[in-house]
């Protein structure tokens, strides 16, 4: 479950080349364009296209050819045209318009990427704290109203006005009425967009039917409306809408999923609040989540600092070209760390074979440094022995925490009102699995899970 922003929007995206109707007629044939066929008949008869700005542009109609080159393929990929003034223009810069299929409530712009200007992350990065989801476009939850208030949506006419004024009914602690003079497009446009901040507000307000709502009071350990919430530009980020930071030293994030009636959550371990009940419940998961969340470790000493629990509490399968020099000691590591960062010579022979082994030839003749190698090799074996279940009930250990870090909302319209329902501990499941985004040239970070079908 993710945002729906203007990006999805882009003739580039999957579900806009397929042979789908349009809704525009051929003149031939009486029958509907499929939307290549439009998208080939405008360029032909140079009928312009809106951009994502926008602005309008229109294809040189000599460009025909190579469309419908394109349109054989599928079509498929990015193609790059000229437009009549000679400026380059490709698929992924036009709009999906409601010519090519797009519905009206798409293009109203309520969407939280329109009402909260932000900045595209990494969630992994709020662990970095206060300063970065600040940076990045986060802000306090107890400013949400006047946010969404003093927004865009002010200068929209009557369905900003409506927005705003549901919204201030929810401070009011109120059930949000739903204008009537709305047209069923722009209550549409409520109920799937602009309820996905609506829907935070509410719970934040205490509006939503939140049967758990003290007990996840107690879990988050803090008033609502300190946390720092950051609403995603982009659906390139994970499955949730918004996120709340809920502990400024820790960088515990709470992942928010807000949508029109899933499992989803930030990607890095350190980000993930792990339930004391689980020490008990699956004790050695919960011990190798603690070991990565420790403060003291950087993104390059992490997988050491692993490798050493593996070997504590299943030494046979740490693979035996690392044994000797298990466990790390600290100066080893740091010799590795110095050679990485290119503030260091070489490392010991024996040291870069082992290396070698674990290594495809590419990487291990490749130009990193040998800390880069030493390190990059750890991290994949690392990620290797736990992925293939070293660490016991290390996907039951994420799942759980998951649920406890993630909260489902929901809002409809019913009989005028945006009812909004809220469930926490989430229901999550899936394959859990260790990924890194770093390479033996540079490092990325920590490492973080993934949870997919």
Do not use: C
């Amino acid at each position: 479950m993710r945002l729906q922003d203007l990006t999805e929007a882009k003739l580039g995206a999957d579900q806009i080349p397929a042979n789908s109707a349009s809704a525009v007629k051929n003149p031939r044939t009486g029958k509907p364009f499929t939307r290549p066929e439009l998208f080939l008949y405008k360029v032909i008869n140079s009928s312009p296209f809106t951009k994502v700005s926008g602005e309008e542009v229109t294809i040189d109609p000599k460009e025909a050819r190579k469309v419908a080159a394109w349109v054989k393929t599928g079509p498929t990929g990015v193609i790059y045209m000229l437009d009549v003034d000679g400026n380059p223009v490709k698929n992924t810069d036009l709009q999906k318009t409601v010519e090519f299929g797009s519905k009206e409530s798409e293009g109203i712009p309520v969407k939280p990427a329109d009402v909260f200007p932000s900045q595209d992350v990494d969630p992994e990065k709020l662990k970095d704290g206060v300063q970065s989801i600040l940076d990045f476009g986060g802000f306090p939850a107890s400013e949400l109203y006047k946010r969404i208030a003093n927004s865009h949506l002010k200068d929209m006419g009557q369905i900003g006005d409506a927005v705003i004024a549901m919204a201030k009914q929810i401070t009011q602690g109120q059930v949000p009425t739903v204008p009537d003079n709305l047209s069923a497009q722009e209550q549409k446009a409520i109920e799937l967009y602009a309820s996905e901040f609506l829907g935070v507000l509410s719970v934040l307000n205490g509006v939503a039917d939140f049967p758990k709502r003290d007990a996840f009071l107690n879990w988050v350990g803090q008033d609502l409306g300190s946390l720092l919430l950051y609403f995603p530009k982009n659906t390139s980020n994970p499955i949730a809408d918004s996120y709340g930071l809920l502990n400024r030293q820790t960088g515990n994030a709470l992942a928010m999923s807000s949508k029109a009636a899933g499992k989803g959550a930030p990607p890095a371990l350190t980000s993930l609040k792990v339930p004391p009940f689980l020490a008990k419940k699956y004790p050695d998961a919960y011990s190798f989540i603690k070991k990565a969340q420790d403060p003291a470790l950087s993104g390059v000493t992490q997988p050491f600092a692993l490798m050493n629990w593996l070997y504590q509490y299943s030494p046979e399968l740490v693979p035996e070209a690392w044994r000797p020099y298990l466990p790390w000691q600290a100066d080893e590591v740091q010799d590795i760390v110095t050679s990485f960062k290119k503030k260091g010579g070489s490392l010991p022979p024996k040291l870069m074979k082992a290396t070698a082994s674990r290594l495809s030839p590419q990487v291990a003749e490749g130009n990193a440094t040998d800390g880069g190698k030493v390190y990059y090799a750890v991290t994949n074996d690392v990620m290797k022995l736990v992925n293939a279940g070293a660490v016991p009930n290390f996907r039951e250990a994420v799942l759980t925490s998951l649920g406890f870090n993630f909260v489902q909302i929901y809002s409809n319209i019913k009989n005028g009102k945006l009812i909004t329902k809220a469930f926490w501990p989430a229901k999550v499941d899936g394959k859990v699995s260790l990924k890194t985004k770093s390479s033996a040239q540079e490092d990325k970070g920590k490492i973080s899970y993934q949870v997919s079908d």
